[in-house]
């Protein structure tokens, strides 16, 4: 099949379906006479297992590594239980540090109650105070924002 088969065939965008080609994840497909890729059944079910692995919020790290074990059948599988266990820790620092957002979120919404002038919007000024100290107190630190780039 063709990439926009496999695409419309596993719900992916063709582009994402290019890039895990170019990071390695989907092994590139043969090319036809007219240069056209040309994917199997094979190329469907490994793409099926990274977009499910994505929906996991795996990294495309993590994803890789679970596929050199899917790839190699006869390995012990104790690295892939070590990974989904860091992932797991990974998930429950990531809620912890929702679960503080959704605090401070409701802490300034709370500073204003009703709609009136935005001049006197207790939501504005909480966030240019936060913003101003934010600023002074970012110099050479690290980001705060909520990990999650995968």
Known sequence: MRIG???????????????YEREGLLPAAARSDNNYRQYTGSHAERLAFIRHCR???????????LLRFKDAPQ????????????HIDHVAQRIRELRALERDLKLL?????????AQACGILTGLN?????A????????HRHIRGSH
């Not at 929906?55 to 590594?65: K, T, V």
């Open 5 to 19: 088969a496999l695409a419309q065939a596993t719900g992916t965008p063709v582009e994402t379906i290019r890039y």
């Open 55 to 65: 929906n996991l919020d795996m990294a495309l790290d993590e994803i890789r590594a």
């Open 75 to 86: 390995q012990d599988c104790g690295e892939v239980d070590a990974l989904l266990d860091a």
């Open 109 to 117: 919404r709370a500073r204003c109650g009703v709609a009136h002038a």
């Open 129 to 133: 105070s936060a913003a101003a100290t």
């Open 135 to 142: 600023t002074t107190a970012a110099k050479g630190a690290p």
